[in-house]
């Protein structure tokens, strides 16, 4: 396996650009759990820090302190008196890099910050403290925090309220990979599956690396997925648990919405999201929202033609769905369970939704396909009495692409009945929005169309290669 580094080219440039200034750098890394970010830092230094060390998950105040402290004894070469808080331990480390000579950059690189943060451990205000007493002023120190937390590396490190706000120097959001990073990343790995099978890997694991990397080369997707969710002891098969237990605090809320929203494929309002719940409403469930929309579980969107009150949230985490979906219900009775399933209408309704959802993440690529990348779009869906649209581009040069996304093992056929039902709905949304602007039918689907005498209809084609670009 290579350890290079796949993808991930603007953020190397953001970094290397960070790490030849003059000044003192205080980069902020976040993104969800399993994305990279640690990978990403340790192989770009090359290990080669001036002092590194990380949080421990669901560890005291005193366990925190004493691994950073034996982290400052391994770095330093010397003992350290276990310090009795963060003012004490910052003092330490600034006591520590102020001996290190010479003009090459001091690099510091605090990993899952917000584990260090325990309750009334003030760590944030130590921190705050240090980069404003000593960091801010040394030109050589580049400090690198990261935090798998979203929600809470936004609330302490990059809101207008956070303690380290207007510090830092610069932000790194580390999404999940696309398609095109997938693809390369198998193949580092010497998986060579067709681009129809990497999108079905897409749609279970979604782009997380960490979970790419339990692929094992010498067996086929399916025998991989039984391996990984299904057999006794299967590594993924508690991951969505530990997932949200690891990233919020009041995680069974969290699990509560998304499970509400897993049996809604459109999605739901907050009004529909309540009654489904029955959480109360108030700033609990609009933090809880915030937290997943930031940690990209899922997305929020304003319906064509509605106000902000008619906000839609929607489940788009790709592996998220498949565990709801398949394995949160499964009880060990069958570890060949995925391969059994291949055809199922079970499995052909996921595989809709899930190639829909994929197209979601992959808007970018769409737009560019069709030849818009630079025209300014909103992305959203519609419903209306008798007909709905999970996806439409609404452009600002007077076009409304409805698309239709359809994972197919062969071309697409357009029968007579579905290009009447694709007309008919063209014309119900229209009447609805009263729009004047041009609606062209558009089609996102695994190998394209098939010819015949209603695909003439459809205006613009986007196909799975199509998808597999940067």
């Known amino acids: ?104 950059p001091v690099v510091v690189f605090l990993d899952e910050l917000p584990w260090m943060d325990t309750p009334k451990s003030r760590f944030i205000k130590a921190l705050e403290y240090f980069w404003n007493s000593w960091g801010a002023t040394n030109n050589r120190l580049k400090l690198i925090v990261c935090g798998s937390a979203t929600s809470w590396m936004r609330e302490n490190v990059l809101s207008d309220k956070g303690g380290l706000y207007n510090r830092t120097t610069r932000s790194i959001y580390l999404a999940p990979f696309s398609l095109y990073e997938t693809e390369q990343y198998l193949r580092s790995r010497g998986i060579n599956w067709n681009r129809y099978q990497i999108a079905e890997c897409y749609m279970i694991l979604g782009g997380t690396p960490l979970y790419l990397q339990m692929l094992e080369s010498d067996k086929s997707l399916t025998q991989n997925v039984d391996n990984l969710f299904f057999v006794q002891n299967a590594p993924l098969y508690s991951e969505y648990n530990f997932l949200f237990r690891s990233l ?156 239709e996304m359809k994972f197919s093992q062969s071309e697409f056929e357009i029968t007579k009945q579905y290009d009447a039902r694709l007309r008919e709905r063209a014309e119900i949304f229209r009447a609805a929005t009263k729009t004047r602007k041009a609606l062209h039918q558009t089609f996102v689907t695994t190998y394209g169309l098939k010819k015949n005498m209603y695909s003439g209809n459809v205006q613009s084609e986007v196909v799975l290669d199509d998808l597999f670009v940067e």
């Open 248 to 403: 919020f605090k009041e995680a069974i809320l969290h699990k509560q919405i998304i499970e509400a929203l897993a049996n809604k494929a459109s999605g739901l309002t907050r009004l529909e999201i309540i009654a489904a719940t029955k959480i109360e409403e108030g700033g609990a469930l609009t933090k809880a929202l915030r937290n997943l929309c930031d940690c990209d579980f899922i997305r929020q969107y304003t319906a064509f033609g509605k106000t902000e009150r008619g906000t839609i949230y929607q489940l788009t985490d790709l592996f998220t769905l498949f565990h709801l979906r398949y394995v949160k219900g499964y009880r060990g009775q069958d570890e060949n369970h995925w391969q059994n399933m291949i055809d199922s209408p079970s499995r052909r309704a996921w595989s809709g939704y899930s190639f829909e959802q994929l197209c979601l993440h992959h808007i970018r690529q769409i737009k560019r396909k069709l030849g818009i990348a630079g025209v300014q779009s909103d992305v959203c869906g519609w419903k209306g009495e008798g007909a709905q649209i999970d996806l439409l581009i609404d452009r600002r040069d007077q076009t409304i692409n409805l698309c």
């Open 1 to 104: 396996m290579s350890d290079a580094i796949i993808g991930r080219k603007a953020e190397q440039e953001i970094l290397r650009q960070r790490i030849e200034s003059n000044s003192p750098e205080l980069i902020a890394i976040y993104g969800r759990r399993r994305v990279g970010k640690t990978f990403l830092v340790r192989q770009f230094f090359k290990d080669t820090f001036s002092f590194y060390s990380t949080g421990i998950y669901e560890g005291t105040k005193k366990e925190q302190l004493g691994e950073f402290t034996r982290q400052l004894e391994r770095y330093s070469g010397r003992k350290w008196k276990t310090p009795t808080d963060w003012f004490g331990a910052f003092a330490q480390l600034r006591e520590y890099l102020e001996l290190i000579g010479g003009d090459n």
